[in-house]
């Protein structure tokens, strides 16, 4: 039986989206037990609500890639697919007034382990 292939990049596109449109609880189904408990509903909405503040509603998730968790580029054959030792998706972020990258990191069963928005340029992320 072959294993279930998931589109990280779609996957992702709709985290961003879905935040966008205020649902959280349909971003916290696909995060692990762990995450869910560290990004909680207010956590995450503060984050979000200031991103929003600052730039406006979001227009579109894109350029969006695919890392390994080592932050080598997966491979094209790769790309779009969980991989064994999970990956990170990385996109930018386009708003009515600004952008901001904004990175999922998924484990290996395409769940979502960590949420992370910055500033464009920002160096030295955790993930």
Known sequence: ??????????????VFERL??????????QM???CARTLSKRKIQGVWNQVVAETGRL????????QTPDGANALSKFANRV???GAIVQATLRHEAGEWIGRVAYNGSGKITGLLIAPPGSR???F
């Open 1 to 14: 039986m072959g294993e279930q292939m998931i589109d990280l990049m779609d996957r992702t596109r709709a």
């Open 83 to 85: 991989l064994a030792s």
């Open 32 to 34: 692990t037990y762990t």
């Open 59 to 66: 227009e579109s998730p894109s350029d969006l890639t695919v």
């Open 124 to 126: 030295n992320l955790p």
């Open 20 to 29: 966008d449109a205020g649902d959280y609880e349909a971003v916290r189904t």
